[in-house]
Every structure is written in structure tokens, then in C-alpha cells.
């Protein structure tokens, strides 16, 4: 195999349902260590579930992707380094960071989330009803998984839903590896373009799913590699000394399959209560919109099992088309029939 040196990160995944086996090496062998980056760089990568935490939790860390030295992982990844382009949450540090987050917050809280529940499960309702009123089999990515979200992050920003799609198309641009400097540069400023107007409109115009959901959460951990930082002073980590300057990429999937955290990590235990994950990140950055996907995942799991109890895969699980090529993780298709 490998050294981890000589890693260049991110790898790919050989099974869709496990880290894959270089990271865990990493964490057994050498959980802090350096590893190449796409752009020819290295950086530091933390690996253990405990080191993750302190990385995403500590100051001294920098979430600024306009530091020349932040780790880049993803082709065209550096259209936010541009000088003219206007920060974002995540690419704020303290003091500026909290201000911004607080400005938001309230959309995203428990109380706003359970809030919008009725609508939730109504959005989900009509999509089944779409569903089973057709004879199958149907692919449940296009017909449930992508329109939830989209519809509902439609209804909480204001996006009308005919829009949805142009919404969609350009985002996940800036999610997928394969696209372009160029192609990604556009997408990014069509999508900012687009908030901008609708902003200046909007003005002018005054139980037990849940412990599935979080082991679910834990087993999969679509974002693995998102967690990226660089060091703006000297911190000693385990003994290891990662210099001011230096990227850091704290990869969540084996902190979330850490054996000493979770008793049998490979294993998909939906009783294990594994709110402590980090699938959503940890600290300051930690994940804004993590109340509202999980009352999507539960509204849509209840729904969709009590509606449809029969509900099967279509095809075989090996031709399954995973996103090998994408930032987050899932599936670009999943056909199934009942």
C-alpha cells in the first residue's frame, strides 16, 4: 500500500458503505501525518475522532479558504480565492464569523425547523403520491431524494419552485470535482447573482427515526474530506508540532468509525445513539443547516416506509451509480420498485 506520504488525498471510495481502507490506515498507523494535495502541496491530515473535534473546534485553526495556504481539495476549488469575490460564512474566522452566523441562526433553529415540519411532510406526501400513482419502478433519487431538499430550501429562502431546477444545476457544479476552474467560477457567480436579486425582492417586499437517522448519519458520512483548515500559529497536537501556515484536513468518515469511540464502527447498529458523530462537522462551523436535514430524514423515512412498506431495489446493489466523483457523497441514481 501506499505510505502516507506518498497519499494523495482525497481517495475514492472501493466501498460505498466503508471509509475507504487508506484513511483507516492512517488512523491505526499514523493518525496525524502528511499527505499530497491535488494542487502539488501538502498538509497535515488528523484522522482519530478526538484529534477531528480539536481541529474543528480550535481557534488557532483557520476556516479562511482565501489563505493562499488553505488546503484545497477540489479541482477549481480556488475560484474563492479570487480578490473580488465576497466572503462567505465558511470562509470566516472569529471575530467576523459569529456576527454573520447569528444573523442566520434563527432560521435554522429546532423551533423554526419543527416549525416547517407540516410543510415537510406535506412536500414528501406529494412526491409519494407522484410515485405510487405511477407503475415503477422509478428512480428514487430524482423523484424523493433530490426534490425534498430542493423544495424545501426552496420554500425557507423564497426561491420560487419553477426555479428549482437552475437552483439544482448550478450548485451542483460547485460540489463536483470534475467541473472546471472556468465552469465552476460561473456556476459560483450565477448562484451569488441569483441570492443577491432575490435578497434585494425580498426587501422591497416586506423517537426512533431519529436514533436511525443519526447512526445513519455516522455510518455514511457523505462529507469526508470538507473539513479542511490551516494552522495560523504553532500547535502541538499529540505530540506532533503543525507550524502557523501549514493545512490540516480533518477527515470526519474514520473520526465517525473511530473504535474507540464507537463500540463496532462498521457496523450499522440504528439503537446505538450516535448523536456524538461528526458527520455535520464540529465547532463554530459546525454544519447551520443540521436541524433542518434531520427532520428531512425523518420525515421522509417515516414516510416513505409507512407508504410504501414493500419498497425494494430495482437493480442490483453493484450497479448502483455511487459519486466517486463528487464532494459529497450519494448515489446519482437509485431504482426502486414495491
Known sequence: MTTAEELELPVARKCPFAPPEEYTQIREEQPITRVKIPDGKEAWVVSRHEDVRTVLNDRRFSSDRFNPNFPILVKGGN???????????????APEHGPARKSVLGEFTVKRVNAMRPRIQEIVDGLLDEI???EGPVDLVEKLSLPVPSLVICELLGVPYSEHDFFQENTAKLLKRTVSFDERRAAFERVRGYLGRLITTKEADPGKTLDAVEELLRYFTIVDTATARVAVEDVELDGVTIRAGEGVLA??????W??????EPSKLDITRGARHHVAFGFGPHQCLGQNLARAELQIVFDTLFRRIPTLRLAVDVDDLPFKEDASIYGLYRLPVTW
Open 132 to 134: 405510487l400513482a405511477s
Open 251 to 256: 477527515l470526519g468518515y474514520t473520526a465517525n
Open 79 to 93: 475560484v474563492f480565492r479570487q480578490t473580488n469575490a465576497e466572503r462567505t460564512m465558511i470562509t470566516m474566522d
Open 258 to 263: 473511530d473504535p474507540a469511540v464507537f463500540d
